[in-house]
């Protein structure tokens, strides 16, 4: 009998886990063998992720890292990263995560210094459905048609309505208690910062993110700042 | 001649989505730009490619009651090496993409054309088939995103064709937007289609399920007739 029209159970069983097994050996060795290129791709843009939302450093931020326990929320770490420039501290950039439509995005928010208000933010790692949550996370250039064919003149930080939103600015400058309590919300929760229609998750996701960033960095100031001056 | 019959059948006669209507999911929900239609096009190119040839190549052995479980394994398997693979070399062509290769497990298109041809036929001529069909789905998915990014933002693949373009009229961005004007096509490939069987000499008739003795739409909304 031939193995095509065989209705044995359990050979079909055997089969079906040989399949299996199979799918598995060779997802193991592709994933071994891939697994710190990708470690270091994305290292790389990390790295150059954080150089686009501070002023020109010399200093390797995300190796003098320091790691925060999260002011909104106990069970989550919340990293600071110093910017240097010739020694001095000219800026601090946040590292927070917070679970969007897909998987967590992963939030950039950089803060001026000394006076700690939000400077820009900007999205590491994300994966939003496109078209709709990527409205929120991603910043693309803004072409006309007669740059067709052209090659753009690279631009440090592209545009995002929601990211760019003067609100942030703003809310970070005004006093809060900067714990689980004064957390921002989205309009559509009652509160100040307008999200983007159809893509409410990822925008909720943000504005969870970025706050627990500034709560995390406003409330431990001392303890970060003190880290960051030893250094 | 053969291989470019297979070819072309899925360019325009057997287009997936709007003939066979496959893969109706990714359709509707990539396709709010051009630019994420063609990624999303492409990399189901190069998925069904590939797909088609592994299944092709084991359907001699693969038992007829656990074919679909065996064909969802190994696509599965084709997308998450692609992926693992685009992740480490081509981190760019990866962020550009995002969601898109995971969404290509679900197509049912690859899983479809896994059934349909690549487990009856040859390697090559499945491959084929795979590159007609993924090429008619990224055609299908252009034109679909196209007149969507067009008719919200004036812009065609970001780049802003009309100016000062009003950005207020949203309807096309969501899928209730996406499935009228889908219908449009849908409709117009059907009024093609008919006028080639009259042409041929044969009649068109609606089919029985669809004719007014099986609907009472008119009678519920009222107008009588």
């Known amino acids: ?231 | 001649m053969q291989l470019f019959k297979d070819f072309v059948r899925g360019l325009w006669a057997e287009n997936p989505v709007l003939v066979l209507l496959l893969g109706m999911c990714p359709t509707l929900a990539v396709t709010s730009d051009a630019k994420n239609a063609l990624g999303m096009g492409l990399a189901t190119t190069a998925v069904l490619m590939g797909s088609n040839l592994v299944i092709s190549l084991i359907r001699h052995v693969v038992p007829k009651k656990v074919r679909i479980p065996t064909y969802i394994i190994v696509i599965a398997t084709f997308v998450t090496a692609v992926k693992l693979s685009m992740k480490a070399y081509l981190p760019a062509l990866n962020s550009a993409l995002g969601m898109f290769i995971d969404l290509i497990v679900v197509n049912c298109i690859v899983l479809g054309r896994a059934e349909a041809f690549a487990s009856k036929n040859g390697p090559i001529r499945s491959i084929t088939d795979g590159l007609g069909m993924g090429l008619g789905f990224t055609f299908a998915l252009v034109l679909l995103g196209g007149f969507r990014e067009f008719l919200t933002s004036g812009s065609l693949f970001t780049y802003k064709i009309v100016e000062k373009w009003s950005e207020n009229f949203t309807l096309p961005t969501n899928a209730v937007g996406a499935f009228v004007i889908l219908g449009f096509f849908i409709a117009f490939m059907n009024l093609l289609q008919i006028r080639k069987i009259k042409k041929n000499g044969k009649g068109f008739y609606t089919p029985k399920e669809f004719d007014c003795s099986k609907c009472n739409i008119c009678d519920l909304s009222g107008s009588s007739n």
Not at chain 1, 23 to 52: G, R, S
Request: glycine share 6%; proline share 4%.
């Open chain 1, 1 to 231: 009998m031939k193995i095509k029209d065989t209705e044995n159970i359990f050979v079909l069983g055997v089969y079906l886990a040989m399949i299996g097994a199979i799918a598995a050996a060779i997802l193991a060795v592709v994933y071994k063998k891939t697994e710190p290129i990708i470690l270091k791709a994305e290292a790389k843009t990390a790295q150059e992720k954080v150089a686009k939302i501070v002023p020109e450093f010399n200093n390797n931020p995300i190796a003098e890292k320091t790691i925060e326990i999260s002011a909104v929320n106990q069970a989550k770490k919340i990293e600071f990263y110093p910017i240097k420039k010739d020694g001095k501290l000219i800026s601090i950039v946040a590292f927070s995560k917070e679970k969007g439509y897909g998987p967590e995005i992963e939030v950039l928010t950089s803060f001026n210094y000394p006076s700690l208000t939000i400077d820009k933010i900007i999205i590491q790692k994300e994966n939003e459905t496109p078209g709709i949550g990527s409205k929120v996370v991603k910043r693309e250039v803004q072409k006309n048609s007669s740059d067709i064919g052209k090659e753009t003149t690279k631009i440090k930080l592209p545009p995002n309505i929601f990211l760019d939103d003067k609100i942030w600015t703003d809310l970070s400058k005004k006093g809060n208690s900067w714990n689980a309590k004064g957390e921002w919300k989205v309009k559509k929760d009652g509160g100040q910062i307008s999200e983007i229609t159809g893509a409410t998750v990822s925008s909720r996701a943000v504005t969870k993110a970025v706050y627990a960033s500034i709560a995390t960095l406003k409330s431990k100031q001392q303890i970060i700042l003190k880290q960051f001056n030893k250094q």
